[in-house]
């Protein structure tokens, strides 16, 4: 357990990758400094591996939606979407993000890169900092 559970809440975790269609917005505010964790493969457990070797990471992120705690673990493309939005604010640090606003829209379903696997989905993120960075 996380020290900062006891000032805010876990929360709600979102189901975004089985619940969210194309044209699904959710916008919120950062309660706390997003966190990195390993992306994990379901079966093993083990963190992903690509196939160059690079490791596969994931944000949890902490968001106010609607006076509701939600949790988000980003990963996939939905990760480079939300690091994309962060670099694009010129964020520096995470801990600057907290009191942010940060908006989530899957935008489209892409290729997949797998014939007969399901298609790729496509996000959008953007991040506002709660001051100017």
Not at 13 to 27: E, P
Not at 90 to 111: C, H, M, Q, W, Y
């Amino acid at each position: 357990m996380d020290a900062n559970d006891f000032l805010v809440p876990p929360g709600e975790v979102v189901k975004y990758k089985s619940n969210w269609q194309v044209g699904t917005v959710m916008q919120g505010t950062l309660l706390r400094a997003p966190s990195i964790l390993p992306d994990t493969d379901y079966q093993t457990k083990e963190q992903r591996v690509s196939k160059e070797g690079s490791l596969f990471w994931k944000f949890k992120l902490t968001v106010e939606v609607d006076d509701q705690v939600k949790i988000i673990f980003a990963e996939g493309s939905l990760y480079w979407a939300t690091l994309k939005a962060f670099r694009a604010a010129g964020l520096r640090d995470f801990n600057d993000s907290v009191g942010g606003t940060i908006a989530f829209k899957r935008v489209e379903d892409g290729p997949s890169k797998t014939p007969g696997f399901a298609p790729r989905k496509n996000y959008m993120v953007k991040f506002v900092p709660p001051k100017s960075l």
